[in-house]
């Protein structure tokens, strides 16, 4: 786990690099960022008492995938030592917190993060226990959304000429399309993963008439 916590803290300080290249100067809102996509993590659970509603739990893993994105981004600002962040972490994520109810705790993470602008791993590890995510849904998960994001930036997602919905799926469904079908242990599964992504950008575009 350990390992796999550094590799995904080496991802995330290149992909903050790639947005800006001196990032941790900028005093980017992060708890902002967590804390909107907790609003977006409790519409995928459900909670309208007056309506039906069928918990997601593909839409929420990536929910919580992308909180850990700007989870790992808070930590880096406060120490640009990895090694000791991954110590932290791999303790944090086994941390079992005594409740069983997802959207209190949803709301207990979310309050923390307004409060504290800052970012609780033993909370974040509390709400994957409430859906079930083991932390290999979360290494998986991060991975595939990291090479994605790289792909975004390189395809003009920063100016606003990226295209986000290719055919009738968004990218994040063609991530999770693509992944499935592909060895994730392989040495060159981030290169062959944006390579895929590509493929099928360029395929989708070019059938609906779209400019690459």
């Known amino acids: ?7 995904m803290l080496a991802m995330q300080e290149a992909m903050n690099a790639k947005i800006h290249p001196k990032w941790r100067d900028q005093s980017f809102p992060w708890y ?18 007056w309506k039906k509603q069928r918990s997601n739990r ?11 994105h700007f989870g ?6 406060k120490n640009s030592n990895a090694e000791m962040i991954s110590a932290c972490l791999t303790q944090e994520l086994n941390i079992c917190l005594d409740t069983n109810n997802f959207c209190q705790n949803l709301e207990i993470f979310a309050c923390h993060t307004l409060e504290t602008k800052d970012f609780d791993v033993a909370k974040f590890a509390t709400l994957m226990r409430g859906i079930n995510m083991s932390f290999e849904d979360l290494y998986l998960g991060y991975v595939g959304k990291n090479v994605l994001n790289f792909f975004r930036q390189d395809h003009g997602y920063k100016d606003g000429s ?12 063609h991530l999770i399309n693509i992944i499935q079908k592909m060895d994730i242990d392989s040495l060159t599964f981030n290169d062959d993963l944006y ?3 590509e493929q099928a950008y ?8 779209g400019d690459l």
Do not use: F, P
């Not at 790992?72 to 600002?77: K, Y």
């Open 32 to 49: 902002r960022a967590i804390w909107i996509e907790c609003a977006e993590l409790l519409d995928h659970h459900g909670w309208k008492w």
């Open 72 to 77: 790992l981004s808070v930590l880096l600002v």
């Open 1 to 7: 786990m350990r390992q796999k916590v550094t590799i």
């Open 202 to 209: 360029r395929d989708n575009l070019l059938l609906s008439g």
């Open 162 to 173: 990226y295209i986000k919905k290719w055919g009738q799926l968004e990218d994040n469904e």
């Open 195 to 197: 390579h895929r992504l």
């Open 58 to 68: 593909d839409q929420m893993l990536l929910e919580l995938i992308d909180i850990w």
